[in-house]
């Protein structure tokens, strides 16, 4: 029975060089091999035995070292680069492969035999077992193994995942009376405490494993073996409570050497398991998943592999593809796919043992007095091509490695899926493949599976290189016509043609830039695919194509869609959009002229209505041509797209207003033609409106007309010869006030009733009629219609108007005489005002200072305001003739001149007489003033000073009327220069006293 712990793959001395003397003992056992540098001068140099080459293979090769121990080996183990010898002597000899020079030899216990070892897979920490049951700890680094409690160790599961070996490592251990117990390893054996029996007398636990689950450090996976069954167990957060519930899978017969192997890529998650029982190798897959405790973790696809030998094999190594089977006299890989044996070798000694090192992927096997290397290189070479035989095609692809492979995985899946008449996946599949392009096509036309087909293009598609525009116009364009057929085809069996739709414009809009668009637009075009047309059209922006298409096929709606596309997809988003609108607009709107309405009032904004006039008298020449055949009551749709442009568009273009002014002479009631003349905002030409009112019979209409034109007697006098006509006669009369004519409009209303109410007196000879005029309109009294009456009136028909008339004169009477008694006691309390202000007074101090210019106040004649502002007469004048317009600034230059000529009248006669001295040296005519009366013009002006005086004081009563109403700082002239610049802009571009100039520091 093998008592070691082997596990996978190459030669553990290639990476390394030994050296050392030939003496045995503290010195190296390898000594003799000398120094090695490189894998092909070591193997030379250790000797490889010779080897038949027939068990040769490129995977699998087998290096033996030529070494001769001085003790019978008995044990070995590999971990993490550390190779373990125990010899029948007792001693064990520990190597670190990269570092060779520091070989180990150790003697555990004297005259006691090693029957089984147990290394971490770190290779720190080292359990031996002795004959006598007795257990031994052998730390790295040290030389002096500690004999721990535990007796009679079978097997001995290590944690594989720990961050840091030397701070210990948690451990299971399974005994020889079939127990199981948990530890932790750290100089010595710590908290040991058992955690499952089997209850079976005589059942040895051969082999553990514990692994925890991804993710989830409280939930442990563990798995043991004995000679005839396979326990599993699930569960935590404890490894008690998790071999609490055990699962057994028992296989008949009892082998006492059962092992159990576990395999994981790169020291992951472990993926697979194999157990070496006594019918043969029980092996499947390990899935970990949300399994409860009880639940297994074992896949659906454990199988059992019979040996190839009679015996079952004395040790097994689990690698990724194969079994590694050691027997006493050769040694097998048996593929784990196809189940047989693919190499084998031969040895002339008997062999004992496997070891494997999982985490270097290292194998070692041993006979008493050799050493071998199994070395197993890329033993997924030729895997590709086995999971090819078993059609798991997508394994095969994961391990090709060429494209010479991958061509010839995806050739045979199609041919596998076509075979089985899965033609949608066999079609995929030859797409990827270099099979001939018409050979597949045959293939699939040749069975009628045009669908197929349809896909196998498809996919092809994206084999091709960009420089293929022959190859990519050829498919898409047969890839347009088989997609247009299947859309036929589905049409006609009325079956739903959603999802190919979808797949269609998904094509077109992936391949228009391969599709040649002419060839394209006439296969949608013959097929009369109108939405995809209309959806392939938008993608390469063929609209004009489109449109002229439909029209020419009496699609108008079909057109019209092409124009009002959605917004970012359709034509109204650029220039060439309202071209094609205006040249097509008439067509439609000649034959549906609803719908092109609608679509004109959407996009009113963004079209120029000046140019849908054509479409609009199209329209209307038209529906004069069917005049008497359509419906009565049928809307004119060029009326109501026009009335919508003038009243919700505010449109004021002339000949938009005046062509609806000729759609509503032409084809309207007066009653629509006169609102839109009533209406506000219209801007139609009044003479052209009143012609074609006459030319049309539309007489109330002239009235309005001749209304517009302010007209308002002629208007009058057209409405009275209308029949009923005085009613819409009173409304003219009552224009002038609604449009606003202040005094003019009481006398021409009055003037216009006059006139109704002559033409009712004179024409109609109603005389009662006429006196309700006075209720009508205020204006009238009846003395004013009274000249209309005939000579021999009877004053009966209208005494109660004159009674009424006299009336309202008594009343105005009364009205007078009260007003004058109040303006009479308004004058009084005006006198005594003026006396009371005649004696108020204010105190103005010496050293008050004009506010505009900052002098003493009294130094010339000034001005004093309420709120006691006070300014110079002159400084005032200067100040507001910047708020005074043009005739108000003239006004106050001429008093001024006024006033100074009637003050000093002899230097005005001086200043006149130097002005016509200049005058008639110019050479114009001048009067001569006669200076020999002087003195008596001296006395004149004397007399006259008095009536100067008064002058001066009136003038100078204006002046303060314009300059001095209020005070200029407190009224409203302050506020409204509010926006004004504190410096006048002219002053300040020629001043420069904030002029910036540039300083130099240099």
Same mark, same amino acid.
């Given at each position: ?16 060089? $030994? ?52 003790? @019978? ?59 006598? +049951? ?37 451990? *299971? ?20 405490? @058992? ?41 935590? @957060? ?36 194999? $157990? *070496? ?107 590709? +091509? ?9 394994e095969a692809l994961q391990y090709a490695k060429t494209a010479a492979q991958k061509d010839q995985i995806w050739s045979k899946r199609a041919e596998y899926y076509f ?58 364009? $047969?890839? !347009? ?8 085809? *589905?049409?006609?069996?009325? /079956?739903?043609? !959603? ?5 269609? /414009? ?29 959806? #392939? ?11 002229? #298409? ?18 970012? +997809? ?31 009032i959407k996009h009113a904004g963004e079209i120029e209505p000046k140019k849908m006039l054509p479409a609009v008298m199209r329209y209307e020449a038209k529906v004069a ?57 219209? =801007? ?15 007489? /109330? ?51 216009? $009733? ?54 309202? #004169? ?8 009260? +007003? =004058? ?24 101090? !010496? ?35 910047? #708020? ?61 000073? @008095? ?56």
């Amino acid at each position: 029975m093998n008592p070691f712990e082997p596990s996978i793959n190459s030669n553990p001395f290639a990476t390394s060089e $030994w050296a050392g003397s030939s003496a045995f003992g503290n010195a190296n056992p390898f000594g003799q091999l000398g120094v090695v540098p490189t894998r092909d001068s070591f193997d030379v140099a250790r000797g490889l035995s010779a080897l038949d080459n027939k068990e040769e293979s490129e995977t699998f090769s087998v290096s033996e070292v030529r070494y001769k121990p001085p003790s @019978p080996i008995i044990g070995l183990v590999s971990n993490n680069n550390i190779l373990v010898f125990a010899l029948e002597n007792g001693h064990i000899i520990r190597l670190n492969l990269l570092e060779p020079a520091g070989l180990e030899d150790v003697e555990i216990v004297r005259g006691q035999t090693i029957v089984k070892m147990f290394l971490d897979p770190s290779g720190t920490h080292l359990l031996l077992v002795v004959n006598n +049951e007795d257990t031994y700890y052998l730390p790295q680094n040290q030389r002096r193994p500690q004999k721990l409690k535990v007796r009679g160790v079978e097997s001995v599961a290590f944690q594989r995942e720990v961050q840091n070996p030397s701070q210990g490592v948690q451990i *299971l251990v399974g005994t020889n009376t079939g127990q199981v117990y948990e530890g932790f390893l750290r100089d010595g054996l710590q908290r040991y405490r @058992p955690v499952f029996n089997i209850n079976t007398e005589g059942m040895n636990i051969t082999s553990l494993v514990f692994e925890h689950f991804p993710g989830d450090e409280t939930k442990f996976f563990t798995m043991a073996v004995t000679p005839d069954r396979i326990i599993q167990f699930v569960g935590g @957060p404890s490894l008690d409570l998790a071999l609490s519930h055990p699962i057994y899978r028992v296989l008949p017969g009892s082998l006492p050497h059962s092992q159990l192997r576990v395999f994981s890529v790169r020291g992951g998650l472990l993926t697979s398991f194999a $157990w *070496l029982a006594k019918p043969g190798i029980f092996h499947g897959s390990l899935v970990f998943g949300s399994q409860n405790p009880g639940d297994t973790v074992m896949s659906s696809d454990t199988d059992l592999l019979p040996y190839p030998e009679k015996n079952p094999a004395r040790s097994m190594v689990l690698t990724e593809f194969y079994f590694i089977l050691l027997y006493p006299n050769k040694i097998q890989a048996i593929s784990r796919l196809t189940k047989e044996v693919e190499w084998e070798k031969n040895f002339d000694t008997t062999l004992v043992s496997l070891a494997h090192d999982p985490v270097h992927n290292l194998i070692f096997f041993f006979s008493n007095n050799k050493v071998f290397e199994l070395s197993v290189v890329d033993e997924d070479k030729n895997v590709w +091509e086995k999971y090819l035989q078993m059609n798991k095609f997508e394994e095969a692809l994961q391990y090709a490695k060429t494209a010479a492979q991958k061509d010839q995985i995806w050739s045979k899946r199609a041919e596998y899926y076509f075979s089985s008449s899965k033609w949608e996946l066999a079609a995929k599949c030859y797409a990827k493949s270099k099979k001939s392009f018409e050979e597949i096509c045959l293939k699939f036309i040749t069975v009628g599976q045009h669908d197929p087909l349809r896909t196998f293009l498809r996919s092809k598609l994206d084999g091709l290189h960009k420089r293929d525009a022959t190859q990519y116009t050829l498919i898409c364009t $047969w890839l !347009v016509q088989m997609y247009l057929n299947k859309l036929h085809e *589905l049409s006609r069996a009325r /079956q739903d043609t !959603v999802h190919l739709s979808e797949e269609f /414009q998904q094509f077109l809009e992936e391949f228009k830039d391969k599709l040649d668009s002419k060839t394209t637009f006439n296969l949608l075009a013959s097929h009369g695919d109108l939405d995809h047309l209309f959806f #392939y059209s938008r993608l390469t922006k063929q609209h004009e194509s489109l449109i002229f #298409y439909n029209l020419s096929h009496h699609h108008y709606q079909e057109a019209l869609a092409v124009l009002d596309s959605p917004k970012g +997809e359709g034509m109204l988003q650029e220039g060439i959009d309202l071209d094609l609108l205006e040249k097509h607009c008439p067509t439609l709107m000649e034959n549906i002229p609803l719908q092109t309405v609608n679509f004109l009032i959407k996009h009113a904004g963004e079209i120029e209505p000046k140019k849908m006039l054509p479409a609009v008298m199209r329209y209307e020449a038209k529906v004069a041509s069917k005049r008497g055949k359509g419906p009565a009551n049928e809307e004119h749709q060029g009326i109501r797209y026009l009335q919508f442009l003038v009243a919700e568009k505010k449109n004021k273009d002339l000949s938009i207003h005046n062509y609806l002014l000729y759609l509503y002479a032409k084809h309207c009631d007066e009653g629509p033609l006169i609102n839109f003349l009533k209406q506000k905002g219209t =801007m139609f030409d009044l003479q052209y409106a009143l012609r074609l009112c006459n030319d049309y019979d539309k007489q /109330q209409a002239c009235v309005w007309i001749y209304s517009k034109m302010e007209m308002y007697e002629e208007a009058i006098e057209q409405a009275l010869q209308q029949p009923n006509g005085l009613e819409l006669a009173k409304a003219i009369a009552d224009t002038p006030l609604e449009n606003d004519l202040g005094k003019q409009s009481t006398e021409l209303r009055k003037k216009l $009733w006059l006139q109704i109410a002559r033409h009712v007196v004179e024409k109609e000879k109603q005389i009662q009629k006429a006196t309700a005029f006075l209720k009508d309109c205020r204006l009238l009294k009846i003395e004013d219609i009274l000249p209309f009456f005939p000579d021999f009136t009877l004053i009966d028909d209208f005494k109660e108007e004159i009674c009424t008339s006299i009336k309202s #004169y008594n009343k105005d009477l009364e009205d007078l005489q009260k +007003e =004058m008694v109040d303006a009479t006691e308004s004058a009084e309390m005006i006198r005594e005002d003026i006396k009371r202000d005649r004696d108020n007074y204010t105190i103005i101090t !010496v050293g008050q200072k004009c506010k505009l210019c900052g002098y003493p106040l009294l130094s010339q004649s000034c001005y004093l305001f309420p709120c006691h502002h006070a300014f110079h007469s002159h400084c005032l004048q200067e100040e507001m003739k910047k #708020y005074l317009d043009h005739r108000q600034k003239a006004e106050l230059t001429r008093l001024q001149e006024k006033i100074e000529e009637l003050e000093n009248p002899q230097a005005a006669a001086e200043k006149k007489a130097a002005a016509s001295s200049m005058l008639g040296g110019m050479g114009l005519p001048l009067e001569i003033p006669f200076f020999g009366d002087v003195e008596a013009d001296v006395s004149a002006n004397a007399r006259d000073a @008095p009536l100067r005086f008064d002058q001066v004081q009136e003038l100078k009563e204006k002046i303060d009327s314009l300059i001095a109403n209020e005070c200029f700082l407190c009224n409203k002239i302050m506020i409204d220069s509010v926006d004004l610049p504190f410096v006048d802009p002219e002053k300040f571009a020629s001043n420069n006293t904030w002029k910036v100039t540039p300083v130099s520091f240099s």
